[in-house]
């Protein structure tokens, strides 16, 4: 048995020895180096641009500016395509960009035949400006007389979304007798990725063909999105996607490959690299959505939910990326974790601004929903005076639960057992009655949170995926997969998978960890949590498929029945198990035999037509030293109903990886920005990761089930562990002082005010 084992991982020894090839291991030697070149404002126009400097220096190739480019725009979000105008992504976005939308939009480029070249050409381009007000927020951008970012969305609205649950309405909830309600404005900034390869692609032409290597997550995608940005036959376009080093999301978006394949072809072929600074990446790339909201909710004493209301404003930034999907998904998981019995009202918007971009970032809105929705659960538990882990048992979807408008279904259902898991691991009762009543400046309490998270993007959009094997004289496999390996375990999961499906050792296979969208199998990519389960099933159908034909072969070598044999650990066996034929053997045959000589591969796709929910729970324990705002982290246990675990010791990981990453989200990670939206703190050491000594003993408990729908009852697992972490810490802030803090991060600065409102501190309230 391969799957359910902590095997190594595949790639382990090529990353640690420095074997694994990244884009700048595979770019050729004498590619030009390109900078772009971004503007000072954040609103506004091009109105000239002075090159010549520029152009004049030694070393510089070319000069391309925003009025230099093709007149087509065009989608950067990695999602699927569809054949339905309607539900393609917004074309918005040039090469270069005269109508300035954010402060570094590309304006232009300077080809140079090295890095610091190109930098020294690039700060001697001027340009000038006819500018506009800079849009913050969404109530800027949203107000009567607010300069309109894109003609085709006046008002700056990108879309406005509502829905409605249940027979009531709120008001029919807040006049029943004894009802309890709470309403309050809530908000999350916009962080960063923070993934540790730098934003990287090269181009060139063979035979009219152009190159692009990139560090994607979606190297299929990239190859339609540079097609589309370039005018030309998606097919002219082959994609490579090396080892990565990271993406979280930010690598979900076509982001410099458009413009450095478009620069080739104006270069002769020659290859071209554009590889971003870390200050371009944080501050000029895609950021996780900042959201705003305006909720209330409704409950009888003894803890019945009774209603709630969701209005939700996401502010986008200059270009629609992912757009409003982001805030159609966070809106999910207010209704998804919780039942109210009179009624839900949901009503969201997604804003252009002239901030930076938002795109896909791990748990795609889920992270921003979950904080909302977990916070204000406590503070209508608070309210009436109910434990807040009480109040979610009698409230928490039930098992079976189906969401009403898309049809996913809960599958497998753990949720009361990962809320009890979690009381034990953390002795929640007795932490909770220990901390009840405390004074003085230094003080302890317990949160939770809860999640659900869907599995892939199926119904909402396509999911689909293809495996291709074949086998090798020796007995060997080589696996070749669409999905992608970024970091997460991808390549090891498949191996296993493949060497189940097949009944071979996992020794025996051969996964091709890049992709190139000329020879690999299609998969959309690495996002929504979707590979193991999606890809997953394309695997084990392949894999499944050369089984047959390695048996149908040994059935003629053998003289006997294919029903009756099998492979299992490499030998061709009988029903009783006993061995007839090492695999190797009837390989070798296959290949050189003088009279049936026949070459045994498979490819398989799979569309996949269903969906089910992982979901999950952080428990955190904290202690809080009021005087000085600081918040430290005791423990933190995250609790998984991930399905059947492939790989426990990468699950393990993976939860831990993002529990770092929510650890960040919850106290110090917040890209500033000044009042022309220009960005503050885009460099590492201002923007305030989490270290080591910042991070506490991480704890992680699975709680298993056997998911029907799934290749190996396996569901999603990627992204979930970092959706709860920071509303648990924020709720256990409430246990332990009373103070309900209604935005991230939960930094001294901001701490140390709601104190002083709240009279546990000397000296006036700013709040």
Request: proline share 5%.
């Amino acid at each position: 048995m391969a799957v359910g084992q902590s095997v190594p991982r595949v790639d382990a020894y090529a990353k640690v020895t420095g074997q694994a090839q990244y884009v700048g291991d595979l770019e050729p030697k004498t590619a030009y180096f390109a900078k772009i070149v971004r503007s000072t404002i954040a609103n506004g126009r091009v109105t000239s641009i002075e090159t010549g400097e520029a152009r004049a220096l030694p070393g510089v190739i070319a000069v391309f500016t925003c009025f230099d480019v093709p007149d087509i725009q065009f989608p950067t979000a990695g999602h699927p395509w569809s054949t339905v105008p309607s539900h393609q992504d917004i074309c918005d976005r040039r090469l270069l960009n005269a109508r300035v939308r954010v402060w570094g939009d590309e304006i232009a480029v300077v080809v140079a035949r090295d890095r610091l070249t190109a930098e020294r050409a690039a700060g001697l381009v001027r340009a000038e400006y006819e500018t506009y007000p800079a849009l913050s927020t969404p109530a800027e951008a949203m107000a009567e007389g607010a300069p309109c970012l894109h003609d085709e969305k006046p008002g700056n609205v990108i879309a406005h979304t509502s829905f409605h649950l249940g027979d009531g309405s709120f008001a029919d909830a807040a006049a029943q007798p004894g009802a309890v309600t709470v309403e309050a404005d809530y908000a999350v900034p916009a962080v960063q990725h923070c993934h540790l390869e730098l934003v990287h692609a090269c181009a060139w032409m063979e035979h009219e063909k152009i190159t692009v290597v990139s560090s994607t997550q979606i190297p299929h995608i990239v190859r339609r999105v540079v097609g589309q940005a370039l005018g030309i036959p998606w097919s002219r376009v082959r994609v490579i996607k090396p080892y990565i080093g990271g993406g979280f999301g930010n690598k979900q978006d076509v982001l410099v490959e458009p413009l450095t394949a478009w620069l080739t072809t104006k270069l002769g072929g020659h290859p071209v690299k554009i590889e971003l600074t870390r200050e371009e990446v944080l501050g000029c790339t895609r950021t996780r959505h900042a959201f705003d909201w305006h909720v209330s909710a409704a409950a009888l004493p003894d803890g019945t939910l009774l209603a709630r209301t969701y209005r939700a404003y996401s502010n986008q930034g200059g270009y629609a990326s992912h757009a409003h999907a982001i805030a159609a998904n966070a809106a999910n998981v207010f209704k998804q974790c919780y039942r109210d019995r009179v009624s839900l009202d949901s009503e969201s918007y997604t804003v252009y601004t002239n901030r930076p971009t938002a795109g896909a970032m791990r748990g795609y809105g889920i992270p921003q929903g979950c904080f909302v929705t977990e916070a204000l659960t406590d503070d209508i538990a608070y309210a009436i005076g109910m434990d807040p882990l009480q109040f979610r048992l009698k409230n928490c979807v039930q098992a079976g639960y189906v969401d009403p408008h898309n049809g996913i279904t809960m599958h497998t259902y753990a949720l009361d057992q990962v809320i009890e898991a979690g009381r034990r691991a953390i002795g929640w009762d007795e932490k909770r009655a220990a901390y009840a009543g405390q004074t003085g400046p230094v003080r302890r309490g317990v949160g939770m949170a809860l999640f659900t998270y869907k599995t892939g993007v199926y119904p909402i959009s396509l999911e689909t995926a293809a495996c291709r094997m074949t086998l090798h004289e020796d007995g060997r496999v080589s696996v070749q997969m669409g999905a992608t390996e970024i970091g997460q375990g991808a390549d090891t999961v498949f191996s296993q998978m493949a060497a189940e499906a097949l009944g071979v050792t996992l020794d025996r296979i051969d996964l091709c960890s890049t992709q190139d969208t000329d020879v690999s199998p299609f998969d959309t990519g690495a996002y929504a949590s979707r590979q193991t389960y999606v890809s997953g099933m394309a695997c084990k159908k392949t894999g499944e498929s050369l089984k047959r034909k390695i048996l149908d072969y040994a059935a003629r070598m053998l003289n006997r029945p294919a029903d009756g044999l099998d492979l299992r650990e490499n030998r061709i066996v009988d029903e009783t198990g006993a061995a007839l034929l090492p695999l190797e053997d009837a390989a070798m045959e296959a290949c050189y035999s003088l009279t049936d000589s026949t070459h045994l591969s498979a490819e398989e796709s799979y569309h996949c037509t269903d969906n089910t929910f992982a979901t999950g729970a952080c428990f955190a324990e904290i202690e809080v030293d009021l005087p000085l705002g600081r918040i430290k982290v005791l423990r933190l246990i995250n609790v998984h109903d991930s399905g059947r675990l492939i790989n426990p010791a990468l699950a393990k990981a993976q939860v831990q990886g993002g529990m770092s990453m929510g650890l960040g989200y919850a106290l110090s990670e917040e890209l500033l920005f000044d009042e022309n939206c220009r960005p503050l703190n885009a460099n590492l050491l201002d923007y305030k990761l989490p270290t080591a000594p910042d991070t506490p003993r991480l704890e992680t408990i699975f709680i298993e089930t056997d998911d029907p729908t799934a290749p190996y009852g396996n569901k999603a697992l990627g992204e979930p562990p970092a959706i709860p972490v920071a509303p648990a810490i924020r709720n256990a802030l409430l246990n332990a002082t009373g103070v309900a803090v209604h935005s991230l991060p939960l930094t001294p600065q901001k701490l140390i005010e709601h104190f002083r409102a709240a009279g546990l501190l000397g000296g006036a309230s700013h709040v």
